[in-house]
Each structure stands twice: as structure tokens, then as C-alpha cells.
Nanobody, 127 residues
């Protein structure tokens, strides 16, 4: 089992940047494929990006491609979401998620593919 804690959210002006972190408990972090999702008020949770076990493969939603970057540091049990050129429509609660995987190339794009979730961190982008 793994516990996830996000941090790094806040209020930023449009065009600004934030870096979210997701710290995981446990000794087998490198066995978990990780994902970032977000949920705005009144909307469904949506996929932002995913990263495989080693960090060598990533995949992004079209809405964030070229602006957001996912990375992970398995030695620190942490996954990151670097968000640049932020827009007001990026405002949401951001969640990290983990899935234990035997497939080193696995990238999960749907919330139902993940077994563990953090509590979320609020990102607000003002215009």
C-alpha cells in the first residue's frame, strides 16, 4: 500500500508557473506508475499526465501538452508536475495517483486505472 501527499499548489497569475510535488510512502515507489489528474468545480476528474515506472515515458492531455512536464525521483519517492504558462482554465484541484504495475512501460490515462490517490492540492490561476 502507498500513501500520497501533494503539495505546491497556490494562487498564480496567468502566464506564471507552479511545481506540484507528490510524496509517496513506502519502499516500493519505483513499482508504481503515476498519474496526475485535476478536477474543477462542477466538472469530472480529468487526466493531466502520466509517467511510467522509470520516468522514461510520459504522456499528456492535449490541453497541457507543451506546458506541463511530469518527472519522478524514485530515490526520493516523489513525482512532480511542473506547470508553465498557466491559464485560468487550469484552475482545479490537482491529484496524484498511483498504480502498482508489473509493466515497466505502463501509462494509465483513466482515473479508474489507479488504486491510490492523494488528497489533492488547489491550483488557482487568475486572469
Amino acid at each position: 500500500q502507498v500513501q500520497l501527499v501533494e503539495s505546491g499548489g497556490g494562487l498564480v497569475q496567468a502566464g506564471g508557473s507552479l511545481r506540484l510535488s507528490c510524496a509517496a510512502s513506502g519502499r516500493t515507489f519505483s513499482s508504481y506508475a503515476m498519474g496526475w489528474f485535476r478536477q474543477a468545480p462542477g466538472k469530472e476528474r480529468e487526466f493531466v499526465g502520466a509517467i511510467n515506472l522509470s520516468g522514461g515515458r510520459t504522456y499528456y492531455a492535449d490541453s497541457v501538452k507543451g506546458r506541463f512536464t511530469i518527472s519522478r525521483d524514485n530515490a526520493k519517492n516523489t513525482v512532480y508536475l511542473q506547470m508553465n504558462s498557466l491559464k485560468p482554465e487550469d484552475t482545479a484541484v490537482y491529484y496524484c495517483a498511483a498504480r502498482l504495475s508489473m509493466n515497466s512501460d505502463y501509462l494509465g490515462l483513466e482515473p479508474r486505472k489507479y488504486d491510490y490517490w492523494g488528497q489533492g492540492t488547489q491550483v488557482t490561476v487568475s486572469s
